[in-house]
């Protein structure tokens, strides 16, 4: 009798190439089938995970193509992730004009 292996979250995430944490959210919806193993261990079986892959991919690519950001939001966010580091480099150019001034 030939057992067949079983991929865990990592190898699924892999496969997939999404987060550890996606598959789980995947397997806790019933999106994609899933075992548990001694009642606690996640598993998935290495053909419904590529089936799973390819109903994936054949609806992304029907699709319509992702949007671009506008200018002024791609602006606003780099303001607002990078706003200490802009704070800094300008109090530190503050500083050095007064020191060699």
């Known amino acids: 009798m030939r057992t067949e292996k079983l991929l ?34 996640l598993r998935f079986k ?23 950001y506008p200018l002024k939001d791609r602006i606003s966010d780099f303001f607002y992730f990078n706003d200490f580091y802009i704070l800094a480099g300008l109090v530190i150019i503050l500083l050095l004009v007064i020191i060699f001034r």
Do not use: C, H, M, W
């Open 46 to 68: 290495k053909d419904q995970v590529f089936e799973f892959k390819k109903s994936i991919e054949s609806t992304s690519a029907n699709s319509k193509p992702l949007q671009k």
């Open 8 to 41: 865990t979250v990592r190898d699924v995430s892999i496969i997939l190439g999404i987060l550890e944490k996606d598959v789980l959210d995947l397997a806790e919806k019933g999106t994609l089938p899933a075992y548990k193993v001694g009642g606690i261990y």
